[in-house]
């Protein structure tokens, strides 16, 4: 059992950090808190819904705007490209204009970009630079979790904790000498975790799962979901749920959508980013 | 299924007999209390009830309804000097049930939030305010994961709207009825 477990509502969900060993329990509490101001700072730049975020500001600006983004944008937007070419387009952030339409992001703005497959909206250019190419909305729901997991993990192990699991919704990572043992919501029946899903042992390495169970829902005569086929736009409703491992926690976070949409645990680009994948 | 009520043998066995699927205790109210003012010395409790007007107020502010009355405050000091609020909420979705703390400034601007208790259920019982009078009051062990060992849980992503809907509803009451 962590010495010290404390939980913060950020990124549309609960972000549970729990930390031990190493420490005095108020020096704790301060790593704890440091963690928590990472995952703070991943919000303010990359939330959908801030005016002020990076991703806003890049959602208004028009076709030929260049705009300064904070670093962590920009490592963000670096490995989206690197895992949408890695899956052909599967996983791609420019799918907000389907979220929208579907009532599961509110429009930024009146005039709604349609949604183009292989179309490049922002290229990441020199000095820290993203230049609007093309109308288009991105959204890093996919993604920021992950990264917010990591800078959480980096500022525990920065300030000294011995061992820590940083939970961001379903989305975590842990490192320490111990193995973790962590439970797989069973996505035929989500919340009963006495039977069902699966469970898993993890040692200094992340976990994502993405499903459709708490997104899906009716929309004109069809279901629609959270989880989207980049590569069409077409929603992924589906009773199964994907799980990565990962070295880190933004990897496993994006490539969830890499095999939620191609059905295949095998894909390379689990072989490229060193993660491992399971459907249950 | 019917329950025979024990109070005085639900204190006891309430871990075992009606445990929810998954709980964690994060913190308790003393502990939130001084993460979140670290400089206090007392912590007073000043619990308010919102006039008709207020709750108006609150709803017009937040654009929610102000739901509750009654509301649990602790005024924070440093002597006699008022460092700033914690007031306490529950929240409850289909199958959870989350104990909160909400940290406000003098000016009622929300300074920090703190999970105290979050607790999980797949059947019925989160809906039932019998089933949830186990919970109130009672002091499990801070960072103990109740319910089967299950401590970590990977998955879709859990929407947290509805404590980000309360907190802004106490941020709003802060400038109501704490604000001075």
């Known amino acids: 059992m962590m010495q010290m477990r404390r939980a913060q509502p950020w990124l549309g969900t609960l972000v549970d950090i729990a930390a031990d060993g190493a420490l005095p329990d108020a020096a704790l509490a301060d790593a704890i808190t440091q963690a928590f101001l990472e995952v703070a700072l991943v919000q303010r730049l990359m939330s959908f819904h801030e005016r002020d975020s990076d991703v806003a500001r890049l959602n208004r600006a028009l076709p030929g705007d260049s705009l300064a983004v904070h670093p962590h944008t920009f490592q963000v937007l670096q490995l989206a490209q690197a895992i949408a070419a890695a899956s052909n387009g599967m996983f791609n952030i420019a799918c907000a204009p389907r979220l929208v339409a579907w009532d599961c992001l509110p429009a930024p703005s009146d005039a709604m970009p349609a949604y183009e497959p292989g179309l490049e909206v922002l290229r990441c250019e020199a000095g820290g630079m993203v230049r609007k190419l093309a109308p288009g909305w991105i959204d890093l729901g996919g993604i920021a979790k992950g990264y917010a997991v990591d800078l959480a993990i980096g500022a525990l192990i920065d300030a000294g904790v011995g061992s820590a699991c940083v939970n961001a919704g379903g989305d975590l990572r842990v490192f320490g000498a111990d193995a973790v043992p962590v439970a797989i919501r069973d996505p035929r029946n989500p919340y009963n975790l006495r039977r069902g899903g699966a469970s898993v042992l993890l040692r200094n390495e992340a976990m994502a799962t993405s499903a459709s169970y708490f997104s899906i829902k009716e929309w004109e005569g069809g279901q629609v979901c959270a989880l989207i086929d980049g590569r069409s736009g077409a929603p992924l409703p589906s009773a199964a749920s994907v799980s990565v491992r990962a070295p880190r926690c933004a990897l496993a976070d994006a490539l969830t959508k890499v095999i939620a949409a191609s059905g295949d645990i095998d894909h390379p680009a689990l072989r490229e980013f060193e993660a491992t994948a399971l459907i249950i | ?180």
């Open chain 2, 1 to 180: 299924m019917r329950y025979l009520y024990l109070p005085l043998l639900a204190a006891g066995v309430a871990g075992v007999v009606h445990a929810p699927a998954f709980a964690t205790q994060y913190l308790n109210v003393e502990q939130a209390q001084r993460l979140m003012f670290q400089d206090a010395s007392a912590f007073r409790e000043q619990n308010i009830s919102l006039t008709l007007a207020q709750m108006q107020q609150v709803e017009k502010l937040a654009g929610l309804p102000a739901r509750s009355v009654n509301w649990r405050v602790f005024g924070a000091y440093k002597g006699e000097a008022l460092l700033g609020y914690v007031v306490l909420d529950d929240v409850i979705g289909k199958f959870e049930l989350i104990s909160y703390a909400v940290a406000l400034s003098p000016d009622a601007t929300v300074r920090q939030i703190e999970i105290l208790t979050y607790r999980e259920s797949h059947g019925g019982e989160i809906r039932n305010p019998a089933w949830r009078r186990q919970f109130v009051g009672k002091q499990a062990q801070a960072g103990l994961a109740l319910g089967d060992g299950v401590a970590n849980i990977s998955g879709a992503t859990l929407s947290a709207s509805h404590v980000t809907d309360g907190v802004r509803r106490i941020a709003a009451i802060g400038q109501v009825a704490l604000k001075k």
